[in-house]
């Protein structure tokens, strides 16, 4: 792994113990990156020679943060919401790191020195509650604290979790259908003919939109009109991920499949696949547009103060191709 995750606490809040023990920077030709020895583990610096040896020196600088026993009451949480996001980083896609360590953050945050024994679920509650959300996101809030706490459990970095019984609150149950006649008010604002490609086909077969924007060639099933991802490639990851399709997605999909037969086949005029972020732009700009017709219609108006509030709520960076990058304030209020 090139990047390593930053921790959420700061310096001033860890305890010191010995020094690092060093070995020096070594290059490894099978991987084609620099790592360092510490403590008998093996640090991946990246493949750049200077930047490993910045790192090599900003770790030699670095207190180490003192050792806990799985039964030591004295664990910061903040340590184990570290060794979780660690692992996270890894083993699951930035996204998913990205939210973990928003949340995370947020509740370290406030209680910067929480301790295992201390911690328990009204401090998890009293945090959700504190902010102006669905019961979905105050779901999502508590559950990543959970989730990073029974992680830390089941590696024996604990013995037990404080917020094993924490009851979660329901999610509200989406419900939103874009019913036909308002689908055709969007196409209406795609002026590019390939965007409407890829709008067209995911509405009709109702597909994850990240399904649509990773598919190629070697997913379709001309024969039984359908793509197939293999498990691998599907969430989850167990079992293959099967979309059937229309009779004009599969137009769609035939007419782009032979234009481009490697890499996705969706893509812009200049040939470039599309993009979430990209898409996501799009659909920011077609929501405002739409909605402030639909405003202007009924003769209603929201103050910027209250747009400024809801914006101040929401998370202030985003993720350009897998790196952790700060929205602009107009892009955090038209999401508001």
Known sequence: MSQTHASLLDPSHLEVRKCHTFSGPFYRKAHCR?????SGKQINLGPDQN???QKYHELMASPEPASYRPDDPAQPVAMLCDQFLQWVQTHRAH???????????RFIDLYPQLTVEELRPFHVQQWADSF???KTSRRNYMRSLKTCLRWCCKQGHIDRSPLEHMDLPTADRKEVYVPPDEFAQILQH?????????????YEVGCRPQESLRLERRHVDVDHQRWVFPS???????????VYLTNQAMEITRKLMLQYPTGAIFRSSRGNPWTPDTVNSVVDRIRLSMSKA??????ETI?????????????????VKGKKVERSKWQLRAQA
Do not use: C
Not at 232 to 242: A, F, L, M, N, Q
């Open 34 to 38: 620099w790592y360092v020895e510490i």
């Open 51 to 53: 930047e490993a040896f």
């Open 95 to 105: 996204p998913t790191y990205e939210a973990y360590r928003y949340r995370l953050q």
């Open 132 to 134: 102006d959300f669905s």
């Open 190 to 202: 795609l002026k590019d003919p390939n965007l409407r490609d890829l709008f067209a086909t995911t």
């Open 232 to 242: 691998s490639e599907s969430k989850g990851k167990t079992v293959p991920r099967i």
């Open 294 to 299: 639909e405003m202007e219609q009924r003769g």
């Open 303 to 319: 103050s910027d103060e209250e747009i400024d509030r809801v914006a101040k709520a929401l998370n202030p960076h985003g993720s």
